[in-house]
């Protein structure tokens, strides 16, 4: 009996990595940009073509950028949590719309709801690529000093932003006080 | 009519497009992709040739970026290094175990092969090599049926 013990022993081994493999996102990809600064940008504002909005306009405080599009369907599946935190007032919410065309973008947020303060008009996607977005829906938490803490692919719900998005804003708003 | 020869920049972006993953499609490559970002990274590539940066470039670039998942080859780093070892010291673990127990096997009596006796006991059995022995495994299975 006792020969069995290593080739168990070793069953084990490997069935205890399969089991936490299998139970994590094979598609996700964990961004290299966690704790680095967020790319400068100069992008027109999407409802104000001749508007030119620059990253330094933001800093000093944390922000959310949000990036949508009026042809990404799960965009519409979190909107409704993304206006409940806007109206929350915890952090402002910026949104970066992405290759997208400017009258449809305009006539999705009247249709659904505008929680920006401010949208960015990235009709090439650079900004996006910058920000190393490969799937519509994401969201990014910056700090105060622009770098990026915390990055969510895929639509958000209240989970995240009760359990991640919330709690760290209240962190970055203490720091450097 | 035929579209022009590709030109030593388009071999150029082909070759680096290849070595890089397609996140969306993740099993495809940037030049293998249909995919919009597919696509758009492959003018970026094109752009930083063109502005004379190197492979090197385009590749830290993308992994800035994307994280090194972009790259189809990973680097060799600590982090890496099980991905990178880890098969062939498995193969070379399991190869040296066989060779131990072939080993092992080898040193034995010819009588522990017996089917009556415990394999890989390194007593074996007592030592019979003629066919007495078996009168008496069958009076051993006689008491174990009875």
Sequence with gaps: ?177 | MSSPPPDALDVRVQLLAAELRCLVCQNQSIADSNAPLAVDLRAQIRELLQAGRSEADVRRFMTERYGDFILYRPPLDARTSVLWLGPGLMAAGGLLGLWALLRRRARLADDAFDPDTVLGSEAGAPDTSDMSDVPAARAHEGKALG
């Design chain 1, 1 to 177: 009996m006792k020969h069995a013990v290593i080739p168990v022993a070793l069953f084990v081994v490997l069935a205890v990595f399969l089991g936490i493999g299998l139970q994590r996102d094979p598609r996700h990809v964990p961004s290299p940009l966690i704790g680095k600064p967020a790319p400068a940008f100069a992008l027109p504002n999407l409802a104000d073509a001749q508007r030119v909005v620059r990253s330094q306009e933001w800093a000093g405080r944390p922000y959310v950028l949000n990036v949508w599009a009026s042809w990404c369907a799960a965009c519409r599946d979190e909107h409704p949590v993304l206006l409940a935190f806007a109206q929350q007032g915890v952090a402002p919410v910026y949104g970066l719309n992405y290759k997208d065309e400017r009258p449809q973008a305009l006539a999705w947020l009247q249709a659904h709801g505008d929680p920006y303060a401010a949208s960015l008009f990235d009709a090439a996607g650079r900004l996006g690529i910058d920000l190393g977005v490969y799937g519509v829906p994401e969201t990014f938490v910056v700090d105060r000093q622009g770098r990026i803490r915390f990055k969510h692919v895929g639509p958000l719900t209240p989970q995240v932003v009760r359990e991640h998005i919330v709690p760290l804003i209240q962190v970055l708003n203490k720091e450097g006080t």
